[in-house]
């Protein structure tokens, strides 16, 4: 199991000093995690990676996962959708899912903690259904910066009820009635997704996937989600294939709580048949850690064309890699990319200036080489793991 002194190479002495320090009040408080899947998308990378860090440093921390039929995920999923800004029939029946889920789950969980921490919008409404006997934080992972006002008119009945809300950007602050704080994601660079691999081991796993090691690659890899857009990225690909010879790669791994990737998959695949046929596009759903990792090394170009992005993990870990990343400027991409410093920000809808972004950075490898050494110094001074554990270790010592 991780400990925090196995990252000291990389933050170095002090701030592992610091964290554990400023640790010492919250020794044995019982604190427990709340979401709605254990792997796909980022609430799930961030809590595999930070709670056993919290109990490494002296904390009692547990992680535990909704259950939840399907129509409750594709309830929750409209919910997603319209959080950030989609229409929603906001009927008397998906209400009624949503609640019954979460009160069924609280009839079988006990939760006498000294602090309960809920992510996203799935499991918001469960603080109705218990006594409060410690303070309730949310943690909404989401895009807010334009919420479809009904729903959240309806979810903030739930949200006032908590102690605090924590929030990737202070934008989505959008007339919360809690008090909030800013906490960054993350990436753990010692996991089997962001450690460093050889050159042996990039191309023996690309020739797995029939991914050519020696054709440029091009790759976006986020769930079959449409505010991924990666019929988008289709399109950006055509353009930047007429130019130059290269593969793209979609890879996108299907979350149990996201039941509108297999759809989504679907039609990315008919719209890219003859290309997929010909093996110049390539997509993957499996689910694999190595092979992410992989692919964020082993591509010339990150692409991510978000329409919304709550913050873009896969962002950060491409950074992280050291490989250029042309994104879209919205939510919290830049947040970490500053354009033409250490990545490329477009607008998201801008076809044409991605794919030019892209054949420069395919043409001009010295560019492409000192954007990416700046992305990677960027992540290791704001987005590694250990800077969300500080920032959590902050948020309980204010509220316990
Ligand atoms: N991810 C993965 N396999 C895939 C696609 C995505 O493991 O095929 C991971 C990705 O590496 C990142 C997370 O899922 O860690 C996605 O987080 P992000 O913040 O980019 O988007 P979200 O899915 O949370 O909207």
């Known amino acids: 199991m991780k400990v925090l002194n196995d990252y000291r190479k990389i933050i170095g002495e002090k701030l592992v000093n610091e964290i554990y320090k400023k640790a010492r009040p919250l020794y044995n408080k019982r604190v427990i995690h709340i979401n709605s899947t254990f792997y796909g998308g ?3 990378e961030i809590l595999t990676g930070l709670v056993p860090l919290m109990n490494d440093v002296g904390l009692d921390a547990g992680w535990r996962i909704i259950r939840g039929a399907p129509e409750f995920f594709s309830t929750t999923k409209k919910f997603h959708n319209a959080l950030q800004g989609d229409k929603i029939n906001l009927t008397d029946i998906k209400k009624q899912i949503y609640i019954q889920i979460n009160e069924d789950f609280s009839s079988y969980t006990h939760l006498n903690h000294d602090c309960v921490i809920i992510h996203d919008p799935q499991p918001l409404p469960l603080i109705k259904f218990f006594k409060k006997r410690q303070p309730w934080i949310w943690r909404g992972h989401v895009d807010l910066s334009h919420p479809n006002p009904q729903l959240w008119d309806y ?5 006032l009820k908590y102690d605090i809300t924590i929030l990737s950007h202070k934008e989505y602050a959008n007339n919360l ?12 660079p010692l996991s089997t997704k962001n450690m460093d691999l050889s050159r ?5 796993h690309l020739e797995k996937f029939n991914i050519d090691p020696k054709r440029p690659i091009i790759a976006q890899i986020s769930r079959f989600d449409k505010w991924k857009d990666p019929l988008g990225v289709l399109e950006i690909y055509k353009r930047v294939r007429k130019e130059i010879d290269c593969q793209l790669v979609l890879c996108g791994s299907m979350a149990s709580d996201d039941p509108e990737g297999v759809e989504i998959y679907h039609d990315a695949i008919q719209k890219s048949e003859e ?8 997509m993957l759903t499996l689910e694999s850690n190595l092979l992410v990792n992989v692919l964020q090394r082993a591509s010339s170009v990150i692409i991510q064309k978000s329409i919304r992005e709550g913050f873009g993990l896969t962002v950060t870990e491409a950074l992280w890699k050291g490989t250029p990343v042309v994104a879209s400027n919205i939510g919290g991409i830049p947040l970490q990319i500053k354009n033409g410093k250490n990545g490329f920000l477009v607008d998201p809808h801008d ?4 794919a030019n972004k892209v054949i420069e950075l395919l043409k001009n490898q010295k560019m492409a080489k000192k954007v990416g050494a700046q992305g990677r110094e960027t992540v290791r001074q704001n987005f590694l793991i250990t800077r969300i554990l500080s920032d959590y270790i902050d948020v309980l010592n204010e509220v316990l």
């Open 42 to 44: 980022g609430v799930a």
């Open 155 to 159: 979810l903030k009945e739930f949200i």
């Open 177 to 188: 009635p809690t008090d909030y704080r800013i906490v960054h994601p993350a990436i753990d």
């Open 200 to 204: 042996e081991q990039i191309d023996e």
């Open 275 to 282: 290309l997929t046929n010909n093996g110049d596009v390539i």
């Open 351 to 354: 076809i044409d200036g991605f």
